[in-house]
């Protein structure tokens, strides 16, 4: 077994390319099978911020594997339940909100691992190792799943070589909402002090030879964080995406309504 997030990094990497994704919000598997038909390279599955549960991730998982879109899931915490149990789902990508040092970096890897590397609980039958067909899953699981960690306070990146360096963590990715917040600019995402701070992280990763990903909400916003010289990004949500197009179409027709009203057609 491999991991197919690692394998697009490395590709976007021997290339010189950036791996380009997004969120998914909506918790409606036909609307995540079309984000992945749509060809974006990976995308975010979130439960941290969108009603999907458990059954639900089943289902969209179920949809993206038809695409060629590689799912990263964002467990709601840093929690072993709850990361047991999306790993037996399924997933092979799982992102960690909110870490903040050596410690929590060092609980996630291990409830994502097997012994003797980690503490995740066996079970002989599970969605995870293909219902018990996949020969070997106990042996080969830890090395199909990867493990990303979201740096979203001053605090984390304090300590982002503790973080990083934790074995079993394959990458970065920074939270831009969360980190202007913390920082005293919320709701500026690309406040010069935030852009920085960012930045700096991505020279930090690179010498330590870890990946970094973010998220922008534009093209113009995710240009500058490739400038910057993060690995993947990011751009929106399905459901921002949608709001997004579903505003210009409204404005366009109006607008178009306006003036012929005012020219009086």
Known sequence: MNNPFQDLLARHASSGTFAVGTFVMSASPIIAEAIGCAGFDWAVVDMEHSPLDLTNLVH???ALSGTGLVPITRV???DPVTVKRVL???AQTLLF????DGHEARQAAASCKYPPLGARGMAAMSRGSRFGTVKDYFHKANAAVSVVVQIETPTAIDHLEEIAGVEGIDSIFV????????MGHIGDLTHPAVLEAMTQCVKRCHELGKPIGTVGGTPEVVAAYRQA????VGVASDLGLMMRSCANTLSAI????ELNHAQGY
């Open 229 to 232: 010289g993060f690995d993947y």
């Open 254 to 257: 109006r607008s178009r309504a």
């Open 76 to 78: 709601p915490w840093n």
């Open 88 to 90: 037996d789902a399924g």
């Open 97 to 100: 909100p909110f870490v903040q």
């Open 175 to 182: 939270g831009p909402g969360d980190l202007s917040g913390a």
């Open 60 to 62: 969209t998982l179920q």
